[in-house]
Nanobody
Framework: QVHLVESGGGLVQAGGSLRLSCAAS????????MGWYRQAPGKQRELVAA???????NYADSVKGRFTISRGNAKNTAYLHMDSLKPEDTAVYHC???????????????????WGQGTQVTVSS
C-alpha cells in the first residue's frame, strides 16, 4: 500500500504561483506513474497532470502552459508547479499514484489507485 502526503497549498492572488509537493511511502516499488488531480465543490474530479516513470508528462487542457509536474530523483516524490493561477483553479489538490505502465503518460483518472488527503489551493480574484 502507498501512503501519500501533500503539502504546499494555500491562498494566492490571481496571477500568482504555488508549488505543491507530494511524498510517497510504503510500497513505493509498485509506483509507475504519479499524478495530481483536483476537486472543487460541485464539480467532478479532474486529472490535471500525470508523469510516467520515464518522465513523460501529460496535462489537462485547462492547465497546459501554466502547470508543470515533475518527480524527484528518488522517484517517490512529485511536485506540481502552478503559475498564472486563476480563481477557477481553486480546489483541493490530491496527489495520486498508479501501478499501471502505459505508453507515454496516457493516464486517466481511473488508472490511479492511491491518493492522499489533499491540500487546499484557493486563488482570489
Amino acid at each position: 500500500q502507498v501512503h501519500l502526503v501533500e503539502s504546499g497549498g494555500g491562498l494566492v492572488q490571481a496571477g500568482g504561483s504555488l508549488r505543491l509537493s507530494c511524498a510517497a511511502s510504503g510500497s513505493i516499488f509498485s509506483i509507475n506513474a504519479m499524478g495530481w488531480y483536483r476537486q472543487a465543490p460541485g464539480k467532478q474530479r479532474e486529472l490535471v497532470a500525470a508523469i510516467a516513470s520515464g518522465g513523460s508528462t501529460n496535462y489537462a487542457d485547462s492547465v497546459k502552459g501554466r502547470f508543470t509536474i515533475s518527480r524527484g530523483n528518488a522517484k517517490n516524490t512529485a511536485y506540481l508547479h502552478m503559475d498564472s493561477l486563476k480563481p477557477e483553479d481553486t480546489a483541493v489538490y490530491h496527489c495520486a499514484t498508479s501501478k499501471l505502465l502505459r505508453s507515454g503518460s496516457n493516464y486517466n483518472l481511473h488508472d490511479f489507485d492511491s491518493w492522499g488527503q489533499g491540500t487546499q489551493v484557493t486563488v482570489s480574484s
